[in-house]
């Protein structure tokens, strides 16, 4: 037998390990058919809660989860990385992350932990939308149209969590959009080669001015520059983020904690074990 109860609010609260819970709490205890609770320490397998991610309407700055509206410059592979922060407050808690390029486009995506990441330093990178667990996607068919996909997790989203980069803290988020480039422009070498003005058997040439580099000078103080947008060059896409932990309240202890619990990321919810 089953009974669960959900509050909006925490109910226990007088011990400081409340402080880690922000969410509405959910009772859920097995018991008999003589009433009498069920033991489940100890189990070969654990027992899973499937909980759906409630998203909010009006996120504030302070919350961790957020829904944004942003554009990035196209990249020639090297720049043009677009840059947020997240925060992996715990080990016991999982980031979960949704990028949805506008219709049409990938995006590559890079983490880091401390410093912000690029192609060649970061502890994670992938690439969204990702068609890999769908099983009625073609590559070669037009993925814009509407039909729903069967996919065992969302295309546009990834968990990350300590494990990965293995710290807590401030950890950064890249996103970079390469623009495809049209066949034609792939033949064409733009490169330019710089001429000498000594022959070949170490005479000059006639009519030629060899002009040595510049002295070097100091390096220029760095100057912020905003990014304005062009429709015409720039991808859209919208940002979701959200942390979800395992807390439950130990009679024993008389305190939250995640012992025995663990999160992971399942389509649109949160599985709990």
């Known amino acids: ?21 922000k969410s509405s709490v959910l009772d859920f205890k097995l018991k008999a058919s003589g009433g009498a609770a069920l033991n489940i320490s ?9 909980i759906p991610l409630a998203k909010k309407e009006k996120p504030t700055e ?5 829904a944004e509206s942003l554009f990035v410059k196209p990249s020639n592979g090297t720049s043009d ?4 922060s997240f925060t992996v407050s715990s080990h016991d808690v999982l980031v979960t992350i949704q990028i949805k390029p506008e219709k049409g486009k990938t995006m590559d995506v890079f983490v880091n ?18 068609f890999s667990s769908c099983t009625n996607w073609n590559p070669n068919s037009n993925w814009n ?13 990834f968990a990350f969590s300590s494990l990965i980069s293995g ?48 002295p070097t000078t100091p390096p220029p103080i760095p100057i912020i520059i905003i990014p304005k947008y062009n429709s015409t060059t720039d991808a859209n896409y919208s940002l979701s983020i959200s942390v979800s932990g395992c807390l439950y309240w130990s ?9 025995g619990c663990r999160v992971r990321q399942c389509l649109m919810k949160v599985l709990l074990l």
């Open 113 to 130: 932990y401390k410093t912000k990441p690029t192609r060649l330093r970061n502890v994670f990178n992938t690439t969204l939308p990702n």
């Open 62 to 66: 302070k919350d961790n989860s957020s």
């Open 251 to 259: 009679e024993t202890k008389e305190k939250w904690t995640g012992e």
């Open 167 to 214: 710290h807590t803290g401030t950890h950064y988020l890249g996103i970079q959009y390469i623009k495809k480039k049209p066949e034609a422009d792939s033949n064409i070498d733009s490169r330019r080669k710089k001429r000498s003005c000594r022959h070949v058997h170490g005479r000059w040439k006639r009519s030629c001015v060899d002009v040595k580099d510049a």
């Open 1 to 21: 037998m089953v009974r669960m109860m959900a509050f909006k609010n925490n109910p226990f609260t007088w011990d400081k390990s409340a402080q880690t819970v």
């Open 145 to 157: 149209s509407t039909k729903s996909l069967n996919c065992s997790s969302d295309p546009y989203t």
């Open 81 to 84: 990385i677009r840059y947020h």
């Open 42 to 50: 100890g189990l070969q397998e654990p027992i899973a809660l499937f």
